[in-house]
């Protein structure tokens, strides 16, 4: 298996300085991610950089979900739903242990902005612009039908409604293997380096000057085409070509909550519209958390200071317990909330969830492409039609032919190797494994689970828990520094193993552990590893500002 550590980062940094590439992505969330990969699979020199971790933005903080879209029916959005649904088998297919098919009710109540006979239209429909071909057949339901499945909905005013699938995904990790895959054909990626201005020659852009956020140095990176994949931050990076230019987004916040399903009692996947706006929510089983969300409310804040509020915990936990009406959450039993902004287009719309999730992508008289808009579920789609436009700008330089596609719908992303999960399960528990830590490598990282296995053979104590009595194992640590060039305790923590989100108390007791494993692999003095670790609280303590944190 290939490192991706502290050291590819260092020689991809040095690269960078020393080399003209084809492209450089600024912006390593899932589109940039999906640039960087479509464009190294065509043979293109390709460099990629993010101000600070791969998906540290939107793309971490997601709903989770790759769908087709069930809401944008009544939007009349019917080629947005058939692109997703597309999408969503493709990457089913090339990533088994990070998207997953998951069955969904959909309850319908007397009163409710959107009728029973609605959601029974829009179910069948969804099949058919899935065309027959989802990864389950929907149920039409009735009230009992919707409570043998989920017994502890609110049974008054209840209709019936509907059963449908779509598929759940690991948002950060799924970011972070498509950066990998865009390694693994060649392109240079490195986390923590900010652009902090454009490069230009004879009024094109023509690269950047990068900042090491680690050592402070600075280099300029030259590449003959640059592409602004920067999400939320799109406008911001625009401006550094043309100080004049327009804002071309409208900034959405989305904020979720976590809180421990035994409290809510959600047997499966919900979703449902809000009792105090009409908009469709989702309550999604994560682990033993459930995650409730989300909001969809404009905001002005910049993309580094979007929190979620206490306006938004009362929001989202009045939404539940309307539909969960024994649960009575509160907000002691939040375990976490965060927001983050969806990058939407600038296009009239009455409200936020009425503005069209598609994506555009635009060329600035210097040459700087942007992409801006769309939805995790089609990045493979703006990456493509990205990578296009490079192609034509990469054509008129110097005449080059690039191949009009890449492979990218076939490929596996590491880990997506192996579509058998649970054979794989049976293979760690054969060599020696815990079964409940068997489980979570395979579900977790897939054909790479043997990897992190072995790790944890050569040196037995790294099989030992992170947390007590929680799935996830020291080795895990080791695999996040030498093969997803995981830099600091937050990164580790927060994007690779979601702690931040899913455990009462954030995991603080693991900070100093991890800190120690990492520091081990990257060469850190004690100071330092005491600074990530301290870090990693400050961030806690930020989050839980929100909220009256659960009890540990």
Request: some cysteine.
């Amino acid at each position: 298996m290939e490192t991706f550590s502290a050291e590819t980062r260092r020689a991809a940094l040095e690269a960078m300085a020393s080399e003209v590439h084809d492209v450089l992505v600024i912006g390593g969330g899932i589109t940039g991610a999906g640039i960087a990969r479509d464009a190294a699979m065509r043979g293109l020199r390709v460099a990629l950089v993010d101000a600070g971790d791969f998906a540290r933005g939107t793309s971490s903080r997601s709903s989770c979900l790759i769908h087709g879209g069930l809401r944008y029916l009544e939007h009349g959005w019917l080629h947005l739903v058939l692109e997703a649904s597309r999408e969503r088998r493709t990457l089913l297919r090339i990533a088994p242990h990070l998207v997953t098919p998951r069955a969904f009710v959909f309850p319908v109540h007397a009163g409710a902005r959107v009728r029973r006979w609605q959601i029974w239209a829009a179910v069948w429909l969804y099949d058919v612009l899935a065309l027959f071909r989802n990864v389950g057949r929907h149920r039409l339901l009735s009230r009992s039908g919707v409570l043998r499945i989920e017994t502890l909905l609110k049974d008054r005013g209840l209709e019936g409604g509907a059963l449908y699938y779509d598929a759940q995904c690991d948002d950060a990790r799924l970011t972070i293997a498509t950066v990998r895959a865009a390694f693994r054909h060649g392109a240079r990626c490195a986390n923590y380096a900010r652009v902090v201005s454009l490069e230009k020659a004879g009024g094109r852009v023509r690269g950047a000057q990068i900042e090491d956020v680690v050592s402070g140095r600075q280099i300029a990176v030259r590449a003959h085409c640059v592409v602004n994949a920067t999400g939320p931050w799109s406008d911001e990076v625009r401006r550094l070509d043309d100080p004049a230019a327009a804002a071309a987004l409208r900034p959405t916040k989305g904020a979720h909550v976590t809180v421990p399903q035994r409290r809510i009692g959600n047997a499966g996947a919900v979703t449902f519209t809000s009792p105090v706006d009409g908009r469709v929510m989702f309550i999604l089983p994560w682990g033993d958390a459930t995650l409730i969300g989300t909001t969809d409310t404009d905001c002005g804040q910049a993309p580094d200071g979007v929190a979620a509020d206490q306006a938004d915990v009362v929001y989202l936990l009045r939404s539940a317990n309307a539909l969960f009406p024994d649960a009575r959450l509160h907000d002691g039993d939040v375990i976490a909330a965060w927001a983050a902004l969806r990058p939407l287009l600038d296009v009239p719309a009455r409200s936020p969830s009425s503005v069209p999730r598609e994506h555009r992508i635009s060329e600035a008289p210097s040459g700087l492409v942007t992409v801006a808009g769309g939805k995790l579920t089609t990045y493979r789609v703006m990456a493509a039609q990205t990578v296009d436009l490079v192609a034509r700008q990469l054509h008129d330089l110097d005449g080059r032919r690039v191949p009009e596609r890449a492979a990218t719908d076939r490929e596996p992303l590491p880990g997506g190797e192996i579509s058998d999960l649970a054979q794989l399960t049976d293979e760690l528990v054969q060599e020696g494994l815990d079964a409940a830590a068997a489980e979570h490598l395979a579900t977790t990282y897939g054909a790479e689970a043997a990897s992190i296995a072995r790790i944890a053979q050569v040196e037995p104590a790294l099989g030992a828990p992170l947390l007590e009595g929680r799935r996830w194992i020291q080795a895990e640590v080791v695999h996040h520094a030498r093969r997803e060039m995981a830099l600091t305790v937050s990164d580790v923590l927060t994007r690779r193993l979601h702690v931040l989100y899913r455990v009462p108390g954030h995991g603080l007791e693991a900070a100093g552990k991890v800190a120690e494993l990492l520091g081990r692999e990257l060469g850190w003095d004690k100071d330092t590893a005491a600074a990530s670790a301290a870090d990693y609280r400050s961030e806690v303590d930020s989050m839980r500002s929100a909220f009256r944190p659960a009890a540990t």
